[in-house]
């Protein structure tokens, strides 16, 4: 029996031969690593600041008074009631009637009262703070 260093090859093959049949052809794998870098190129300083601004506001104020006078006005003896309430511009004017008995009814003017609107404006002026922001930006290069 013929012993041989191969105990598991096929009877009749040498380890020699078949290394020597066997061509052998190199693989080669190239991988990219990619790395990354944080570089400064510069700094941004912002600066706000808040500004306070006293104004002035005009708002007027607007009064109404009105004014009561009496007007006498002569004695008329009417046969039909007058027009109770009479608006010339801004006076209304009330007519005071009173019932006076004859044979025949009969109205009598005995007075009138004159009621005028008057308007006055005052001006008046308010004080209110008013805030405002300001920005700015100030660029700072790596030197």
Known sequence: MNKSSNSGAEP???PQQVLDKSKKIQVIEEFATITKEVIETGKVRVIKSVTEETININVPIINESYEVKHVAVPH??????????IQQGDTTIITVVREISVVVKKY???DEIHI????TQTPLTHEISLRKENVHVDRIKNT
């Open 12 to 14: 009749g093959s040498d």
């Open 108 to 110: 009598e003017i005995i």
């Open 116 to 119: 005028t609107k008057h308007l």
């Open 76 to 85: 008329k003896v009417l046969d039909e009631p007058p027009v109770p309430l």
